[in-house]
Structures are given as structure tokens and as C-alpha cells.
């Protein structure tokens, strides 16, 4: 298990707070877009990257805004819900990874939840050779509106059965969708996926998704 290390990402202009753990052997690297109102601290987030850690996987979560923009977005709600801004910023801490060399031999895949989600959709269909799996966790994939047929990655959409407008949303924003795809449902999980069980299911199947198109730790794969 890799410890987690505090770390400075650079994206365009900006220098935003981040998580980063990658254990001895790895092959993917998963990049965490959070939902609205979120941080880098989200424990649902925090909960799944301890899971795909286990399973042999990198995990980077950070903030997708500066103090300011978060103080700014309090008040207006006018970020969280940019998606063309919130995408462009994932793809500039995409290319923090890229170019840092501790990273850059690390395939990458992109664990989104809410509007994050969107962003992860719109960022894979802007680096289509780059991105090697998405997953998202009650998002908001129809955001991603037309990038949605551009996107190469396989993709797996994670929805609770009891969250009825989100599952009809990324039900209809799955049949938009060219790249391999898969939609899980999780029965009688809300948004939040806060019943008992739902969060660790969602865990399992992320790790699922990413170990097959990105790779475990070598530790992980050669055990029989």
C-alpha cells in the first residue's frame, strides 16, 4: 500500500492541493474530478482511491479550484457547474502528470463524481489517445453533451437504483456513447450511495474497470 504524500499541481496559472500515492509497481494512474461543492477531501472519494490502491493503482486526488475560485463559487454556484472550465482544468493537471517524471510511464484513467463526471467526459474526449478508462460515480454524464460521442475511452457509468432522474440522465447519455461502455446499477442506493454496501460496491467495480484497461501493480497481477 502506498502512503499518501501531499503534492503541488500546477494547472495553467494556478497551483492547486493534491493527494497523490502510487504503489511500488503500478502501471495506471487514476485522476479524481469531484463533484460540485466538493474537494479533494471528499471521503467517498478518499474511500474509493484506498480501494483502487489496494488493487495496485495510483491514485491522484486534488482540488479542481484555487481558494478563490471556491470562495468565489460559494457565493455564485457559477463554476461547479462550468463544465468547458472545469474539463479544461482536469486536462492541464493531465499534463502536470505527463510531464512529471515520476508519473509520466503511468497509463491514466479518470474517476469522476456529479459534475465532475461531465469534466473527466469532456477532458477524455480532448486527449482520446491519452486516457485509458473512465469511470463515474453518480455523475452527470449528460453534461458532457456532444464530446460524449468523442470520447474513446471505456467508459463505466455507476448510477444508484433509487436516484431516478440521474439513472434516466446516464441512461440516455450511454446510448450517445461510441466507446466501450457498461452502466452498473447499484439497487436502493441514492445519489450519495450512503446505504450499506453501496459505496464498497462502487469501490469494487472501479477497481474492476481500471485494473482491466489500465493494469495492477505487478505484484497484484502475477498472483495465481
Sequence with gaps: MA????VEVRAGGVVLGGTLAVPEGAQGLVIFAHGSGSSRHSPRNRYVAYTLRTAGLGTLLFDLLTEDEEAEDDVTAALRFDIDFLARRLGQVTDWVFANPELSRLRVGYFGSSTGAAAALVAAAEKP???????????????????LQRVM????????GADDI?????????????????LEVIPGATHLFEERGALERVAALAAG????????????????
Excluded: C, H, Y
Design 166 to 182: 440521474v439513472l434516466d440522465l446516464n441512461q440516455r447519455a450511454l446510448e450517445r456513447m461510441l466507446a466501450p461502455k457498461a
Design 129 to 147: 489517445e491519452a486516457i485509458g478508462a473512465v469511470v463515474s460515480r453518480g455523475g452527470r454524464a449528460d453534461l458532457a453533451g456532444g464530446a
Design 153 to 160: 475511452a471505456p467508459t463505466l457509468l455507476i448510477v444508484g
Design 3 to 6: 502512503v499518501e504524500r501531499e
Design 209 to 224: 474497470w481500471f485494473t482491466r484497461f489500465l493494469g495492477a501493480a505487478l505484484e497484484v497481477e502475477t498472483r495465481p
